[in-house]
């Protein structure tokens, strides 16, 4: 595929990024427009707290309260009789604040860190269109099973585009992130982000959430000063996230952290089952400490059987008093 000048804009079709001189066939007709539901359990009466409505996103425009339980479907469209799951994503430069004292230019997909949950089912047809408006040459590189021509290698200048088109699968919890070198910095500066392959039969209904264990490098001295779960650190031990007493939780963890080896998540006063790389439906062992590499990610299932402010932390005490810290606020049953 060739790449071409792309016009900065709002939203984009795929028509006009076929005018760029990226190839393929037409889209014919739209099932929706670009889902951003809290999640499928919903529809599953699930029971799941109310969105706050006073809590602040300390001027970055993202409220991490939402990002939690945010998953972007794409829009389903029809081609030649089969179905396509379209994603839009954005390459940006933004600058966020970390803290009341620290501001920190990131690379980003769609305006914020971790980028967009994306989410599919497993043998969906995923189409990506992908224009960087970076200010540098990125990509989008993605876990799983695909052609070599959607690798996400290939460079891709600034005001330019690319349409990453694949097969979904398998399933499990995956991500997707930039691979231009040096990979590292192009990670830890925020360009990273979960992606999430259902299996065709689903899973059990339970409250679902997302946690990215990030890390910033904010004096480029290639160690971390700061952390943070969904790109804000401390957020969600300021601002707890409230579940319902012994409501199934399910958590899609990412380890997205560069510079350090390793980091452990560790859950207060519970234990969970593990669902490695969530290619499984049945856990592998329960624990309630869990060690995770970079870019490693499973499937963590819980519930609480008593109401109260539970914490959860890496249980290297060192990252979690630098801003990788929070809270479960659990809520009591109603009766």
Not at 95 to 123: C, D, F, H, K, M
Not at 239 to 253: A, G, M, S, V
Request: aromatic letters at 10%; one cysteine or more.
């Amino acid at each position: 595929m060739a790449e071409r000048n792309a016009k900065s804009q709002g939203r984009w079709n795929r028509r006009q990024v076929l005018q760029l001189g990226l190839g393929g066939l037409a889209t014919v007709g739209g099932l929706g427009g670009c889902q951003w539901l809290r999640h499928q359990a919903i529809a599953r009466s699930v029971r799941v707290p109310d969105l706050p409505t006073d809590t602040p996103t300390y001027g970055n425009n993202i409220n991490p309260l939402r990002v939690v339980r945010e998953f972007d479907y794409g829009t389903l469209k029809q081609e030649n009789g089969r179905t396509i799951r379209e994603f839009q994503i954005r390459a940006t430069t933004t600058t966020i604040q970390l803290n009341s004292a620290v501001s920190y230019i990131t690379w980003n997909y769609n305006g914020r860190v971790p980028g967009p949950t994306l989410r599919a089912t497993e043998g969906d047809r995923v189409r990506v269109l992908f224009l960087n408006e970076g200010g540098h040459a990125h990509t989008m590189h993605f876990h799983g099973i695909h052609p070599a021509a959607v690798d996400g290698i290939r460079p891709v200048s600034n005001g330019k585009a690319f349409i990453y088109e694949f097969d979904a699968k398998p399933y499990g919890v995956h991500l997707y992130h930039c691979h231009i070198p040096p990979v590292t910095r192009h990670v830890s500066k925020g360009l990273h982000g979960m992606f999430i392959i259902d299996p065709k039969g689903g899973r059990s209904p339970a409250d679902e959430l997302v946690l990215v264990m990030d890390g910033y490098d904010t004096n480029d001295d290639q160690r971390n000063e700061l952390y943070a779960f969904n790109g804000i650190p401390n957020y969600y031990h300021e601002h707890p996230i409230q579940i319902y007493q012994n409501q199934p939780i399910r958590l899609y963890l990412l380890n997205a952290i560069e510079f350090d080896p390793a980091l452990t998540f560790h859950l207060h006063a519970n234990f969970f089952h593990v669902f490695p790389t969530g290619m499984a439906l049945q856990p592998s062992y329960e624990t309630d400490v869990i060690t995770m590499g970079m870019a490693e990610r499973h499937i963590l299932e819980f519930a609480y059987p008593y109401p109260g402010k539970y914490m959860f932390h890496p249980h290297q005490d060192a990252i979690a008093e630098a801003g990788c810290m929070g809270r479960f606020d659990v809520l009591p049953a109603a009766t």
